[in-house]
């Protein structure tokens, strides 16, 4: 027999067939199953294991490289509810194929960001026209390539944070719209589908500047490129509830729905998840989901790895193993909750929002450079946009035929989870619909716990290393 009759027979007759998710569009205000047309909000975790600081040169895995960590991360997420991921440092070189189908198999989406730590890979906020030129183009456009043919990449980020100060609000605004006018250039020649390209966003409110607001005004405005440069939705990178002490108004949603109510793109807590007091109880998570709060579209909470900043859900142990943190239970219990109802037929968001034209009127802060010229293309970046890259990678969806986790989970209490596997889904990820990790199996409690750090270590420095709930007595 032929080997690709074979290949035919086997295929046909196995229990696997690969099924894909419906890609997602954007829909004025919101995000929408292309299929359907339901709306889709997202309820994500910023997915980045090791931090930036686990992404080198000559690397050999990043975060959606190693099927049996993704498998295992997988079934914890489909339990937790989680319908969407984000992945901070990507390497186009290394095989996704994997990872991105186990998420395919379970309804996760994954929205990529295309910069990296490294050297020539992301736009230097101090100096941006320096580091925009064609390597740093062949960089970005690689990343598309290898997740362009994923259905559940739902979209791609631009930039991250690269205005996170009233200080790099100059300069930088025209550069981040740059980036986005090559990235959608490249897509609209080289992908088949349409995949939406967005900005995530510091939210930097300061001496009465309002830069959040100029950024997401400065990005959805129509400067009469036909939206070629214009951001497809807005990231927000939120961090003001903290703990069961706030609210709706301590918290300021109020006033960001106010501000987003006429957002003609849709907008969405990029991050979120104050980490102080700890552990979390995640309160904030009826709201975000809730009547208020419509006119947002979900968010992501930072995130599913303990690292030295201290904002994990689960932490992973060297031998492979993970130990669920006691905020991934708070969590889980507030996902619980989610009207899913509401969720995907709300729609008193408003409707027929047109972007509004571009214009120094827009914009609030004398900080905020209100240039709508955007620099040229630099040389080079024409050849890239219409021949593609060379050499450019690629990535398709596979057959998953491993379901069950083949490394060890251990709950809050140091008991492991038995039978830990992931269910194949034909649509996108809904809280509550699994029963969620067994609260016999992995009952908390803070009885013996170690002291957990609280502070923020974005600077790194000697945040000493905690170990977490895995010495229980049970
Ligand atoms: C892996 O490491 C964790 C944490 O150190 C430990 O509790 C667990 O017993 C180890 N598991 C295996 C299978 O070695
Ligand atoms: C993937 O991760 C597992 C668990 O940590 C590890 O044992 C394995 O060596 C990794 N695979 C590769 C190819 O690095
Ligand atoms: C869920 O949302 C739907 C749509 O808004 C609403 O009709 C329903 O009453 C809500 N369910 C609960 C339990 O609040
Ligand atoms: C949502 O708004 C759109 C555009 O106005 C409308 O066509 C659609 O019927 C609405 N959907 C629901 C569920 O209300
Ligand atoms: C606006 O940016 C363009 C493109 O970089 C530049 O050529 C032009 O000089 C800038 N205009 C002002 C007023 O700074
Ligand atoms: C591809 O990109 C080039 C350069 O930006 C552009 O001139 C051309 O029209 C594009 N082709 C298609 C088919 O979109």
Redesign the pocket.
Known sequence: MAPVVSFLTSALAGASVVTALNSIAVKEQELVDSSTGERFVIVGVDYQPGGSQAYHDHN??DPL?????CL?DAALMQQLGVNTIRSYNVDPTLNHDECASIFNDVGIYMIIDVNSPLGGQSINQADPSSSYDSDYLSHIFSVVESFKSYPNTLGFFSGNEVINSVATAQGNPKYIRAVQRDLKNYIKNHSKRTIPVGYSAADVRLNGNNILQDTWNYLQCDNGDNGLSRSDFFGLNSYSWCGSESSFQIAGYDVLVDMFDQSSIPVFFSEYGCNKPAPRVFDEVPTIYGPQMTVLSGGLVYEWTEETDMYGLIQ?ND???CTLLPDYMALQGQLAKINTTLLMTANNTATNLQAPKCAQSLITSSKFDANFTLPDPPPGAEALISSGVSNAPTGSIVSVTQTVV??AVYATNGAELKGLKITPVQAANTPGNTGGVSSAAAASTSKGMAPRMMDKAFTGGAVAAVVFGAAFAL
């Open positions: 050999t895995q490289s190693n099927g049996t960590v295992r992973n031998n492979g193993t083949q490394v």
